[in-house]
Structure formats: C-alpha cells, structure tokens
C-alpha cells in the first residue's frame, strides 16, 4: 500500500532579494546535506559517492540559474510568486 501527502511549503510574493534568501537556504542546506553525506559515506562506510556528487553539481548549477533570475528581475522592480509543494509518498518495505 502506498499514501500520498502534498504539502505547501513556500507560498507567496517576494521581491527578489527576499526570494533570493529564501530559495538559496533551502539549496545551502541540500548542498551541505550531501557534502555531509559524500564524507560520511566515502570515509567511514567507503560506499559509492557518486550520486551525491551529482546532485552537489546539479544543485550548483540552480544557484547560477537562481542568481541569473534575481538579477533580472531585481534590474526590473519585479515581484517574484514562488510556490514549492512537497510530494511525500510512505512506501511498504520489501
């Protein structure tokens, strides 16, 4: 059996240097969750690191995209709508 939970969790107008801080702690926070994860796994479990590594570069690149958006909007006087659902689906273990 599998349940599906939609959560809001950023909803609202922001000017885009309130967009931007809010948007960059969220991917701060993934980007040091997966560093914690490279090191943790690499050091102590010797695991594979590679997905990590590529979400670490994946979510660096968001950063560039995001900073290209403040800016231009930021030059612009623009307001910013962000909307961020979170999707949690509580699988059974097999």
Do not use: W
Not at 32 to 37: A, D, G, K, T, V
């Amino acid at each position: 059996m599998k349940t599906k939970h939609n959560l809001k969790l950023i909803e609202g107008k922001f000017i885009p240097s309130e967009a931007a801080k809010v948007l960059s702690g969220l991917i701060s926070y993934k980007i040091n969750y997966h560093q914690m994860e490279l090191f943790s796994n690499e050091e102590r479990f010797g695991k594979d690191i590679s997905n990590s590594k590529k979400r670490i570069e994946e979510l660096k690149a968001v950063t560039g995209s995001l900073k290209k958006i403040i800016d231009f909007t930021s030059d612009k006087g623009q307001i910013l709508q962000l909307n961020c659902a979170v999707e949690i689906i509580i699988l059974d273990r097999k």
